[in-house]
């Protein structure tokens, strides 16, 4: 009776689990055994598969584009899950505060993470232009730069002068008191617009024109248009860390912080020793997630080459060498060869993965 | 420190605080805002980036409302019907008391570019006749420092004979140089050779056609070749179609395996759960080439049963391929696994089967997760892009939204129509931008669900 239970229980989660193991066993297993297998092969879609051994792995290492698009898939998941995370992480702390209506801003903040890759793709087009956005943005910083220093040492100025009458009266202050701050701020912009009207500062000519995406042209070995979409992605990624940062935030007593106080901790102490640390899981789940999503970069990369954008070999990455080796266009499929990259580009997913197991904090994380 | 002092710094910390906030909102904001704007613009790229162009003066959209009124009876998207005219004033700085000497035409100029060349239209040059300019004013008038005449001038454009609908009736002004456009009726989309030719895309534009020029092409110009149908429309329809159907996949499939896999005992659970893990870390990238040719043979001729050959380019294909996601799967298991076991184990002492616990005992109590879930899937469906543009390639009737936005950036990035790009863009966004005004709070949890355990 009790062996019957069981496979009744059985046969029910069977039956439940029917939908999930035709998507899993079909669209997953039977289609990863068969990359390992199209990967030790010569095939091109049409004649059936040649065994070749391990000779498209070799010839992986052998082939420019590949090499490129590792290089540009290393480069671009280290960039932005370096930027991402910390940036997400400075907008959490700012964010943690029992500020009134702070759950509007946490709605604003989250917009660019909602809409799809392919319409951010279109703004970045737009934005990345010669005469684009980000050139007219970048002019306007450069010919305002005198205004900025102006405005940089006045508030210098305004502020040392009023704690040094502050310590004369006898009360230490810091030099960032907000209080102070709050009216060297407004002074100090009062007097930048009189030394404007007074023409001792002036604009200057500055016209950017940086060809962000016509071009093969490199900074730091990562081409301009793949800075482009960096930045962009960057932009588009942080609100989702920072929902998490803010989840890990709330995780950590108060107690903790208002005991480091009365200790005497400074904000930097409490940041490096409670905040970090007790942060940990959530701070490489953020990198591992924020690894994993930018070695599949595909879509942008599409959007931004063609007509009017970005040469391919200054985007390609290795999501669209395996691609472009299934799909080429005027010539025969390498199947053999995108399977061996795909594979390469999960290892790189699963060492990921696996060297966070190692040094990360599973129980209260990913699992 | 004095408690006044201490009060004082708290409203200030307090003060500097939202200052940040409202920078950062400038900063997440400011660019999707600016590039809305630009998307009405007539040249989204012009230097200096300028706020105040014509599409946002409300006095162009009450007199494109008025002029989209008479001329087609269609105050919204304007055009031009046959027995209707419409009036235009223009009025011109000119140092002379006599009237310069201004050419008026109506250019034989294509209607639209990119994918909307490919259609003949009717050419408002061919059908609609052109009276004046007529002088109808002259006095003295001062420009800052330059002493002058202003002259005020009507233009008539009249459809006398029949003839078909016209979507637009383009306009170009010649003035000679030294006269200076003060102000028209309808101002200019455009000023070209230096500022003596001022040129009108449309003159009965109606309110949409002036302000959401850009949008309203948008629908119009990416017509299908055989219906002539809104591509964009369609587009739009199909993205919904498969949105809403892969919610409720989903929904139902992934409660079923989550609750098998966080209730009920068999073997081999956990060593499913740990695959089912591992797919998640798999990139599409690895899978697409044989689940491409499994759709190609029908799911192994399976499809032919039902007579159809490939279920490349269709539906079925994309959705029996996507039936439950791992991650969703995932998500459903760990709700399940916290909410309290006593519910269901006194049901099950009652005899009820695990299917009739599921379904009338615990998915009534896993709303929040199922509305969490369901915002995930719509929004990633409606996102998708790899493998939808694997698996649908022709007719372009069958793109969704994404795939559409590709083929209309390619068929427009060429001539550099940046406007329409955006404004294609800012469409797509649209629905995704509702649903998270309305469900913001589960966008921002779900996030947590699926991540982090507290």
Redesign the interface.
């Known amino acids: 009776m009790r062996l019957k239970a069981?496979t009744l229980?059985?046969l029910?989660?069977?039956?439940?689990?029917l939908?999930?193991l035709?998507?899993?066993g079909?669209?997953?297993?039977?289609?990863?055994l068969?990359?390992v297998y199209?990967s030790f092969t010569d095939y091109d879609?049409f004649s059936p598969p040649r065994f070749v051994g391990l000779a498209n792995y070799l010839r992986l290492f052998q082939d420019p584009p590949f090499l490129k698009a590792l290089w540009h898939t290393l480069a671009y998941s280290l960039v932005v899950t370096s930027l991402q995370t910390f940036l997400a992480l400075l907008?959490a702390l700012?964010?943690n505060?029992p500020?009134k209506g702070?759950t509007a801003?946490?709605?604003?903040?989250?917009?660019?993470s909602?809409?799809?890759?392919?319409?951010a793709?279109?703004?970045l087009?737009?934005?990345f232009?010669?005469?684009?956005?980000v050139n007219?943005a970048l002019s306007l910083l450069l010919a305002h730069l005198p205004h900025l220093l102006a405005l940089a040492l006045l508030f210098a100025l305004l502020q040392g002068a009023q704690v040094l009458w502050e310590k004369r009266k006898g009360?230490p202050t810091s030099f960032l008191?907000?209080?102070l701050?709050?009216l060297s701020l407004p002074l100090a912009l009062l007097g930048t617009y009189a030394l404007d009207l007074l023409g001792l500062v002036q604009a200057r000519e500055a016209r950017v024109e940086v060809p962000w995406l016509p071009t093969s042209a490199a900074f730091l070995g990562i081409p301009y248009p793949l800075w482009a979409i960096i930045l962009m992605n960057t932009?588009t990624t942080i609100?989702?860390f920072m929902?998490?940062f803010l989840?890990?935030l709330?995780?950590i007593p108060k107690t903790l912080y208002e005991a480091a106080a009365l200790d005497g901790a400074s904000p930097w102490v409490m940041f490096s020793r409670i905040t970090v640390p007790l942060l940990r899981p959530?701070l490489f789940?953020v990198i591992t997630?924020g690894l994993?999503g930018t070695?599949?970069l595909?879509?942008q990369v599409?959007?931004v080459g063609?007509?009017?954008?970005a040469p391919i070999e200054a985007t390609i990455t290795?999501?669209y060498y395996?691609?472009g080796n299934?799909f080429p266009s005027g010539a025969a499929p390498r199947?053999g060869l995108?399977?061996a990259a795909?594979?390469f580009?999960?290892g790189l997913?699963?060492l990921v993965?696996l060297l966070q197991r190692r040094f990360g904090v599973s129980e209260?994380?990913?699992? | 420190?004095s408690p006044k002092?201490a009060a004082?710094?708290r409203?200030?910390?307090?003060?500097?605080?939202?200052g940040?906030?409202l920078a950062?909102?400038v900063f997440?904001?400011g660019?999707?805002l600016?590039?809305f704007l630009?998307s009405l613009k007539t040249d989204?790229?012009?230097?200096?980036?300028t706020l105040g162009f014509p599409q946002v003066r409300p006095k162009n959209w009450a007199a494109a409302w008025q002029l989209g009124q008479k001329g087609s009876g269609d105050p919204w998207l304007g055009g031009m019907r046959p027995g209707r005219e419409v009036v235009l004033e223009v009025a011109y700085f000119w140092p002379e008391p006599t009237p310069p000497d201004l050419q008026a035409a109506i250019p034989r100029r294509r209607p639209g570019a990119g994918m909307g060349a490919v259609f003949e239209g009717p050419y408002a040059a061919d059908h609609v006749g052109l009276l004046g300019p007529e002088l109808v004013e002259t006095r003295p008038f001062r420009l800052g420092e330059a002493e002058g005449y202003l002259h005020r001038f009507r233009l008539r454009i009249a459809y006398e004979k029949e003839g078909p609908y016209l979507e637009r009736v383009p306009l170009d002004l010649e003035a000679p140089r030294g006269a200076l456009l003060l102000e028209a009726t309808l101002d200019p989309v455009r000023m070209e050779r230096r500022g003596r030719v001022a040129s009108w895309d449309n003159v009965v534009p109606g309110l949409l056609g002036y302000a959401f020029h850009n949008y309203v092409r948008a629908f119009r110009e990416t017509r299908s070749l055989e219906t002539g149908q809104s591509l964009f429309l369609r587009w739009t329809l199909n993205s919904f179609l498969i949105a809403f159907i892969k919610v409720l996949?989903t929904l139902v499939?992934?409660s079923?395996?989550g609750?098998?896999?966080a209730r009920?005992?068999?073997?081999g659970?956990q060593a499913?759960f740990l695959?089912?893990?591992f797919?998640m870390?798999?990139?599409?990238?690895?899978?697409?080439?044989?689940?491409?040719?499994?759709l190609k043979d029908g799911?192994f001729g399976l499809s032919r049963l039902f007579g159809v050959e490939t279920l490349l380019n269709t539906y079925a294909g994309l959705i029996l391929?996507?039936?439950?996601g791992?991650g969703a799967?995932f998500i459903m298991k760990q709700f399940f696994e916290s909410i309290p076991r006593e519910v269901e184990e006194a049901a099950l002492i009652d005899g009820a089967?695990?299917?009739q616990t599921?379904f009338r005992i615990v998915l009534p109590m896993a709303t929040p997760a199922l509305g969490a879930l369901a915002i995930l899937t719509f929004?990633g469906t409606?996102?998708e892009?790899?493998w939808p543009?694997i698996v649908l390639t022709s007719p372009r009737e069958i793109y969704t939204?994404?795939l559409g936005?590709?083929s209309f950036?390619?068929a427009y990035?060429?001539v550099?129509d940046?406007g329409l790009?955006?404004a294609?863009?800012?469409l797509?966004?649209i629905p995704?931008?509702i649903l998270?005004a309305v469900f913001?709070r589960y966008?921002?949890e779900g996030?947590?669900v699926g991540?982090?355990?507290?």
């Open positions: 069981r229980e059985g029910y989660a069977l039956f439940l689990l939908p999930l035709f998507t899993l079909v669209f997953f297993l039977y289609a990863f068969r990359a199209f879609l907008l700012a964010l505060q500020l702070i801003f946490r709605t604003v903040y989250y917009l660019p909602v809409i799809s890759t392919a319409a793709s279109l703004l087009l737009w934005l232009q010669r005469t684009g956005l007219q009360t008191d907000p209080a701050a709050l932009y609100p989702t929902v998490l989840a890990g709330k995780g959530v789940l997630l994993i070695l599949q595909f879509d599409l959007f063609g007509s009017g954008g290795l999501a395996v691609y299934v199947v995108a399977s795909a594979l580009l999960a997913t699963l993965v209260r994380g990913w699992t | 420190m002092e004082r710094r409203w200030a910390r307090v003060a500097w605080a939202y940040l906030l950062f909102g997440f904001v660019p999707f600016m590039g630009a989204p790229l012009e230097w200096p980036f996949t499939f992934a079923m395996a609750y098998a896999l009920l005992r068999f073997p659970r499913l695959f089912l893990l797919s870390m798999v990139p599409g990238q690895v899978t697409f080439i044989s689940n491409y040719l499994v799911i391929s996507g039936l439950v791992a799967v089967t695990p299917l599921l929004q409606w996102n892009f790899f543009f939204l994404p936005l590709l950036r390619n990035g060429q550099g940046w790009i955006l294609g863009g800012f797509s966004m995704i931008l998270f913001q966008f921002v996030v947590n991540a982090v355990k507290e």
